[in-house]
């Protein structure tokens, strides 16, 4: 969910750069799991919830396994470990909307993995928010831990046919949530460097709410009758922008804690960091930190020093490589404007631009919400006309914006210069391939 992306082979490359051997991606694009070809990464492809209904149809499940699946399991070829169908299907927020669709097409996709004779090495699972579990109020401690009421019976039907094939629960855990969305939550609990008053269970002390989450859910398996079901974390992370929480020093602060976690081997968890790369068009109904939970920036650098294997090493990751910019050029609200008539427009057309473009980073608490008017809309006009290509027309502003050479960056805030995505790079290589051709044609005429 990026306006512009980088080419899936860089971004193959920088993982690879950086020694990310796992990645889980959202669906099945046929480029990126083309890129991924040869590379040998543990892949987890997706089912999105918007396919749930048809796949209840087995002849759909069969279909989409052979398209998504076995086309790409040939030597060489990509290594599928696991298919998700669906992701968060049973938000509270979707008012039940995926409750009668997820299990039969977990069923299917399983059952056609079988059939292609993928299912030994191929596992199904459907990756879940940790809002799918809780403790009572009355006894909030991770023992407590049940499945939701609403959703208990399916959940242990859901449940015992993944243990059953051998798959792993898969859960998105968030700390930076738990933190964001109460006000009266202690913020050293939401990380692992032992500031926090711990939460005391039967004699288990918690000093992190990560760590109280996921046992949460060990009972709640237990519960239902799964003791040893495999967990993999399919989702943990840490925000840098658009809220008060969210931003480099936290999560750096956040990553450094739960890295050196993960390499002390307690647990022995698997678990798939969220997410690699910021992306300017995701939708930011559950927070304006949305767009930024990359621990790259858009552009295939890194935000900040971090090591991936939890040795502790301060060092930044290595970035994308032949990234292309479209130009050093800026949109910046024109100072030479007077004309108060002009003037009284400035709101709805920095209204217009941040509709359309992304500016999370003025909200409260973002990287940009230091900045004064005039810089307020400098920023919004550049984010627009970095979203469209540069294009003067799109600096216009009814004459309140111009464009400049000078970077308009102030502080901790960046005033990005747009990449020339995938996509464009991709249309012109095939042009000019085209060109070749028919300048060889007209030749050999």
Same mark, same amino acid.
């Given at each position: 969910?990026?306006?512009?992306?980088?080419?899936?082979?860089?971004?193959?490359?920088?993982?690879?750069?950086?020694?990310?051997?796992?990645?889980?991606?959202?669906?099945?694009?046929?480029?990126?799991?083309?890129?991924?070809?040869?590379?040998?990464?543990?892949?987890?492809?997706?089912?999105?919830?918007?396919?749930?209904?048809?796949?209840?149809?087995?002849?759909?499940?069969?279909?989409?396994?052979?398209?998504?699946?076995?086309?790409?399991?040939?030597?060489?070829?990509?290594?599928?470990?696991? !298919?998700?169908?669906?992701?968060?299907?049973?938000?509270?927020?979707?008012?039940?909307?995926?409750?009668?669709?997820?299990?039969?097409?977990?069923?299917?996709?399983?059952?056609?993995?079988?059939?292609?004779?993928?299912?030994?090495?191929?596992?199904?699972?459907?990756?879940?928010?940790?809002?799918?579990?809780?403790?009572?109020?009355?006894?909030? !401690?991770?023992?407590?831990?049940?499945?939701?009421?609403?959703?208990?019976?399916?959940?242990?039907?859901?449940?015992?046919?993944?243990? *059953?094939?051998?798959?792993?629960?898969?859960?998105?855990?968030?700390?930076?949530?738990?933190?964001?969305?109460?006000?009266?939550?202690?913020?050293?609990?939401?990380?692992?460097?032992?500031?926090?008053?711990?939460?005391?269970?039967?004699?288990?002390?918690?000093?992190?709410?990560?760590?109280?989450?996921?046992?949460?859910?060990?009972?709640?398996?237990?519960?239902?009758?799964?003791?040893?079901?495999?967990?993999?974390?399919?989702?943990?992370?840490?925000?840098?922008?658009? !809220?008060?929480?969210?931003?480099?020093?936290?999560?750096?602060?956040?990553?450094?804690?739960?890295?050196?976690?993960?390499?002390?081997?307690?647990?022995?968890?698997?678990?798939?960091?969220?997410?690699?790369?910021?992306?300017?068009?995701?939708?930011?109904?559950?927070?304006?930190?949305?767009?930024?939970?990359?621990?790259?920036?858009?552009?295939?650098?890194?935000?900040?020093?971090?090591?991936?294997?939890? *040795?502790?090493?301060?060092?930044?990751?290595?970035?994308?490589? *032949?990234?292309?910019?479209?130009?050093?050029?800026?949109?910046?609200?024109?100072?030479? !404007?007077?004309?108060?008539?002009?003037?009284?427009?400035?709101?709805?057309?920095?209204?217009?631009?941040?509709?359309?473009?992304?500016?999370?980073?003025?909200?409260?608490?973002?990287?940009?919400?230091?900045?004064?008017?005039?810089?307020?809309?400098?920023?919004?006009?550049?984010?627009?006309?970095?979203?469209?290509?540069?294009?003067?027309?799109?600096?216009?502003?009814?004459?309140?914006?111009?464009?400049?050479?000078?970077?308009?960056?102030?502080?901790?805030?960046?005033?990005?210069?747009?990449?020339?995505?995938?996509?464009?790079?991709?249309?012109?290589?095939?042009?000019?391939?085209?060109?070749?051709?028919?300048?060889?044609?007209?030749?050999?005429?």
């Amino acid at each position: 969910m990026a306006s512009h992306q980088m080419l899936p082979e860089m971004v193959v490359r920088m993982m690879r750069d950086n020694g990310i051997k796992r990645v889980k991606i959202f669906d099945a694009d046929p480029w990126a799991l083309k890129s991924l070809e040869g590379s040998e990464m543990e892949v987890m492809v997706a089912i999105p919830n918007d396919m749930l209904g048809i796949m209840q149809s087995y002849e759909n499940a069969k279909e989409w396994v052979d398209k998504n699946v076995t086309r790409y399991t040939h030597p060489g070829g990509v290594n599928i470990r696991y !298919v998700a169908v669906g992701n968060e299907a049973f938000l509270k927020a979707y008012k039940g909307q995926f409750m009668n669709t997820t299990f039969p097409a977990l069923q299917n996709i399983q059952k056609a993995l079988n059939e292609a004779g993928h299912g030994h090495n191929i596992k199904v699972t459907t990756p879940l928010n940790a809002d799918v579990y809780n403790s009572p109020d009355s006894n909030p !401690v991770p023992s407590a831990g049940t499945f939701r009421s609403d959703i208990q019976s399916l959940m242990t039907d859901i449940v015992r046919f993944l243990d *059953g094939n051998s798959s792993p629960f898969v859960v998105n855990i968030y700390p930076f949530l738990s933190l964001n969305q109460n006000p009266n939550f202690p913020v050293d609990f939401a990380f692992f460097d032992g500031g926090a008053t711990p939460l005391n269970d039967n004699g288990v002390a918690y000093n992190n709410v990560f760590d109280a989450n996921y046992d949460t859910l060990v009972y709640a398996l237990r519960k239902a009758g799964v003791p040893n079901m495999k967990i993999v974390v399919g989702e943990v992370g840490w925000p840098t922008d658009g !809220v008060n929480f969210a931003n480099v020093s936290f999560a750096k602060r956040f990553y450094d804690g739960f890295l050196k976690k993960m390499a002390s081997g307690k647990g022995n968890l698997d678990v798939y960091l969220f997410g690699l790369i910021d992306e300017d068009q995701k939708s930011v109904l559950p927070g304006d930190f949305e767009r930024h939970w990359g621990i790259f920036r858009y552009d295939g650098q890194p935000k900040f020093p971090i090591d991936l294997s939890g *040795g502790g090493n301060d060092r930044y990751l290595v970035p994308a490589k *032949g990234v292309q910019y479209v130009g050093n050029l800026w949109c910046v609200f024109n100072k030479n !404007v007077k004309n108060q008539k002009k003037l009284k427009q400035l709101g709805g057309q920095v209204s217009y631009a941040c509709t359309l473009a992304d500016c999370t980073a003025l909200k409260y608490g973002g990287s940009c919400s230091g900045l004064d008017q005039q810089g307020n809309v400098s920023y919004a006009f550049n984010q627009y006309f970095q979203l469209q290509d540069q294009d003067v027309e799109a600096c216009s502003f009814k004459g309140l914006g111009v464009v400049t050479k000078v970077n308009a960056s102030s502080g901790g805030c960046l005033f990005p210069v747009q990449i020339v995505s995938g996509s464009a790079r991709a249309a012109a290589h095939v042009s000019f391939l085209l060109l070749l051709w028919l300048l060889l044609v007209v030749v050999l005429l």
